[in-house]
């Protein structure tokens, strides 16, 4: 970590957790301060955009997508910490640059990452027909894994209880907004823009299969043995010992992986363990209604 970096976090202690709203969606509120700046942000016609509902595994299509247009070079990839290398277009905490900054200070190509429901999404992105990759992971693992996030994460609000946890992620009473919303808006506008659509199930389940489709989608070719390394490489495993990609540069003020670790499971299926049988009757019963005729659907077991 460079010395700026370090004098930065050592700066960074007690954060005081303040959420604001916009257009009825919960962020920090000091995302919600440069909102301008996010809205007008200037997408580049050869920008990737990863897109994603918090924990569906942004972090690991990153590390995947870097590494597929660098052509397996590792050591490239591990150039800098994935949050920098990749900016997170609404992300603002001061007096860390602004995600608008780094990406603005970026030459292209740009790599770039949000959490930002579709209809708030900055409309340059859709206008310069940028090719769009979005991953959704089954709600009930997201839940678990966010309920997780939450509690380590000093910036953002603690969760309380599993159980009370469960009713306001049900809610769509958390920061990014709310699950169904989510993934239905993305998932309703694939067809019409340049948007692959992923599941997180699928690349845990097919990974070789899933990351063809994604480089025929960046419009790259590379051999089988080039593919397996990037596999390798973006393993569980292999990313959580990776201080690149596992946050551990990150102090403990802001996240504190004593309390849960950022590389937390990477499993389907964890809702398992946490679910009580009566939350998972009303979440399926929730779950049925959100979802009827929207085309979409996810697996909660492999
Ligand atoms: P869990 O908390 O269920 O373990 P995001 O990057 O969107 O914040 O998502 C984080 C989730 O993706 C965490 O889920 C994390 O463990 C999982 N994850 C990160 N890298 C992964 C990988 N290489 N393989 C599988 N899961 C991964």
């Not at 597929?68 to 860390?96: H, Q, T, W, Y």
């Not at 380590?152 to 009473?173: I, Q, R, V």
Request: hydrophobic share 40%; charged share 25%.
């Amino acid at each position: 970590m460079d010395e700026e970096m370090k004098k930065l976090f050592e700066s960074m202690k007690d954060l005081e957790v303040k959420m604001g709203q916009v257009e009825g969606i919960t962020f920090p509120e000091s995302t919600c301060e440069i909102w301008d700046q996010i809205h007008n942000f200037q997408a580049r016609e050869d920008d990737i955009l990863i897109a994603t509902y918090p924990k569906a595994g942004t972090t690991w299509v990153q590390e995947i997508v870097d590494l597929m247009l660098l052509e397996g070079d590792v050591e490239k990839s591990m150039r800098a910490p994935c949050f920098v290398k990749v900016p997170f277009i609404e992300f603002n905490l001061k007096p860390m640059k602004s995600g608008v900054d780094l990406a603005n200070a970026m030459e292209s190509p740009r790599l770039l990452k949000t959490h930002l429901p579709i209809q708030l999404l900055p409309p340059s992105f859709l206008d310069k027909n940028v090719k769009v990759v979005y991953v959704a992971r089954n709600a009930k693992d997201c839940m678990v894994s966010y309920f997780y996030f939450q509690r380590m994460n000093k910036a953002l609000p603690d969760p309380g209880t599993w159980d009370e946890y469960f009713s306001k992620f049900l809610a769509g009473d958390v920061s990014w907004g709310g699950w169904f919303d989510h993934v239905i808006g993305w998932w309703k506008a694939k067809d019409k823009h340049q948007i692959l659509y992923m599941f997180y199930e699928d690349l845990i389940k097919d990974p070789i299969h899933e990351y063809r489709k994604l480089l025929k989608f960046l419009g790259k070719d590379l051999t089988d043995e080039v593919v397996e390394k990037i596999h390798h490489h973006t393993s569980f495993q292999a990313m959580k010992e990776n201080p690149m990609t596992n946050y551990s540069v990150v102090p403990a003020a802001i996240l504190d992986q004593s309390i849960s670790p950022f590389m937390r499971k990477g499993k389907v299926g964890d809702w398992k363990n946490h679910f009580l049988v009566a939350q998972n009757i009303v979440f399926d019963e929730e779950y049925k209604k959100r979802m009827e005729g929207s085309g979409l659907s996810f697996r909660t077991q492999l």
